[in-house]
């Protein structure tokens, strides 16, 4: 028999083309709408380079960076201690990609309005791409106000301008000798991730120059070749916040042990380490006592960057499936042709942009906070709102992506089975869900202009759809009494809020996704599996959106 008769083993006959390269901008038209819409218009010529790099390039160089995993090597072959991670190669080219493309620093460096939508939709793009890279890279571009806040110290301006650099300079050798520097966070121990209260490593202070000797332990340490680390620790006068260098303004190796490396689900190309810190050298940042407002600033970052995270999550499992769909036939037709998988499709496509969305939305309230205390507010807490549900709904969504493809979904040489992995990190991380609910609970309860903030978005929505109306009408109600909102209903109140302002997001935006949300995700018998819109809904416009 040929090889290329039908029916033959060695022939591949209804199977999808490779799906890169794809250009992750041009085809992604909910993504370029927000990115008009929330200011960052003067940034597209940028962003569809990067969008263009990331769906050919960056692409391909994910699969090894996640194959060949990340390898700890405590001593050197002379016994001497170099507590050092060795990586695929790729994952360096990776890092070097994202960093010289912004994605630590077009915030900070661009002073233009928008800069903070733009490096947004950068971070978005990326974790397309590749997501584990994404938590260097996320945890550099957050600490810049926390190494900011500092400037009169030389050691501060020299950390800020370097982790502000678009160089990407992965030596192992002390701050005078690099072009650039990537910063970690470490706040996890064994005792309590969560209630960091419960911290043990002791700082005690060396002088008064704000030098400190660290002792203790950090049970979740993630990269870990970072040069830096934001850490809390115990001082004489309460927690803090420290930097803990990789090496001694003296030139030395710090005192900082990289005990393993954690077996993680997935989250492969990124190494997450056990640390011990023996008498390890750091600078304080802010006031003894203060340390957890000092890195809260750096955790609202990296929580929008969850939620950015989790909406690209979204966006590549949707786009692999409709890819799949256009190309694989059943029953004499295409996938994206049988009324069942259009409506798994387009419900897909309605979560997918009201997450990518909220996200920048949220976005453009960091970028107007400085100087607009209602959006401060409203990034305050809708980042714990986001960061909650958008986080929440991927591990559902990616895994009915993967169904789309049938059994080749589950198998490893897909993308979807590394996304699938990836999923629940985001909701985990940074604060897990229940700590997001609660805190949205706190903030309602201690700060009235988070209340009003939320309001003032449904009501910028008023009159455009009954959903909402409806839905706004009963979160006022609740919202009329902060202090005595019950804490086991934290869950759904925060659930009801995001679908309400993401909701209030797309009817704004004119999208062709408001109309179904509104009467998928707020109207009567909302929730179930997806593929549920009711079936009058026109999925053909809401798959022509999302289709290149
Ligand atoms: C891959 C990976 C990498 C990580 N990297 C880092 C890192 O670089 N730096 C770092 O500092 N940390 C890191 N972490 C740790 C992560 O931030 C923590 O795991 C997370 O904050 C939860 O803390 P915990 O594991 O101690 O869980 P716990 O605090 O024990 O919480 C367990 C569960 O209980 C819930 N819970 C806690 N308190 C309450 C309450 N009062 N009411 C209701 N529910 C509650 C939580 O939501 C959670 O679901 C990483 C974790 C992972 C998985």
């Not at 190494?271 to 802010?286: C, H, P, Q, T, Y």
């Not at 969850?306 to 004499?332: I, K, N, V």
């Amino acid at each position: 028999m040929e090889a290329s008769a039908p029916g033959h083993a060695g022939t591949a006959s209804n199977q999808p083309p490779e799906f890169a390269p794809r250009d992750l901008w041009t085809t992604d038209a909910p993504l370029r709408e927000a990115v008009e819409r929330e200011g960052a218009a003067a940034f597209c010529s940028h962003l569809a380079t990067y969008g263009a790099l990331a769906g050919d390039e960056l692409y391909s160089l994910g699969f090894d960076a996640n194959r060949d995993r990340p390898r700890l090597r405590t001593h050197d072959r002379f016994g001497e201690r170099i507590d050092r991670v060795e990586f695929h190669p790729h994952y360096h080219e990776l890092m070097r990609h994202a960093i010289a493309g912004g994605v630590t620093s077009l915030s900070w460096n661009d002073r233009r309005p928008g800069a903070h939508v733009a490096r947004a939709a950068l971070s978005y793009l990326h974790y397309q791409a590749e997501s584990g890279t994404s938590c260097p890279l996320t945890m550099t571009h957050a600490a810049v106000p926390a190494l900011r806040r500092e400037p009169a110290l030389a050691e501060w301006a020299e950390w800020a301008a370097k982790a502000t650099a678009t160089v990407y300079d992965p030596a192992d050798v002390p701050i005078a000798r690099k072009r650039g520097v990537t910063i970690g966070m470490g706040m996890t121990e064994k005792q309590g991730g969560s209630d960091v209260r419960a911290n043990l490593t002791r700082a005690t202070p060396l002088g008064d120059d704000g030098g400190y000797v660290l002792s203790g332990h950090k049970w979740f340490f993630s990269a870990p070749m970072s040069d830096a680390f934001l850490v809390l620790a115990q001082a004489p006068g309460g927690l803090g916040c420290f930097l803990l260098p990789r090496w001694r303004p003296d030139g030395t190796r710090n005192g900082l042990r990289l005990m393993r490396l954690k077996d993680k689900l997935g989250d492969w190309s990124n190494a997450s380490s056990e640390v011990e810190f023996d008498d390890a050298w750091a600078l304080r940042i802010g006031e003894e006592g203060r340390g957890v407002p000092v890195i809260i600033e750096m955790v609202m970052l990296t929580r929008l960057d969850c939620m950015l995270g989790s909406s690209g999550l979204m966006r590549m499992a949707l786009a692999q499936a409709l890819h799949h769909a256009r190309h694989r036939r059943t029953f004499g037709k295409r996938l994206v042709e049988h009324a069942l998988m259009r409506n798994v499709l387009a419900d897909l496509a309605l979560e997918a942009e009201a997450a990518l969305a909220l996200s920048m939305r949220v976005a453009r309230a960091v970028d107007a906070a400085p100087g607009d205390a209602t959006e401060a507010a409203f990034a305050r807490i809708v980042t714990a709102v986001g960061k909650y549900w958008i986080c929440k709904r991927t591990p559902g969504f990616v895994a009915e992506a993967l169904e789309c493809l049938g059994g080749n979904g589950y198998v490893e040489e897909a993308l979807l089975a590394r996304l699938y992995r990836q999923a629940p990190l985001n909701s985990i991380w940074e604060g897990s869900g229940n700590i997001q609910c609660l805190d949205v609970l706190r903030a309602l309860g201690r700060e009235p202009a988070s209340g009003q903030a939320l309001l003032a978005e449904l009501d910028a929505a008023s009159g455009l759809d009954q959903h909402l109306e409806a839905a706004t009408v009963q979160l006022r109600a609740l919202l009329a009494d902060p202090g005595n909102l019950p804490e086991a209903g934290a869950r759904r109140l925060v659930a009801q809020l995001a679908m309400a302002l993401q909701a209030s997001v797309l009817l704004r935006a004119g999208s062709p996704a408001a109309g179904p949300f509104c009467r998928s995700r707020l109207g009567e018998g909302a929730g179930g599996a997806f593929g549920t819109l009711p079936a009058d809904v026109g999925f053909s416009a809401l798959l022509e959106r999302v289709l290149p």
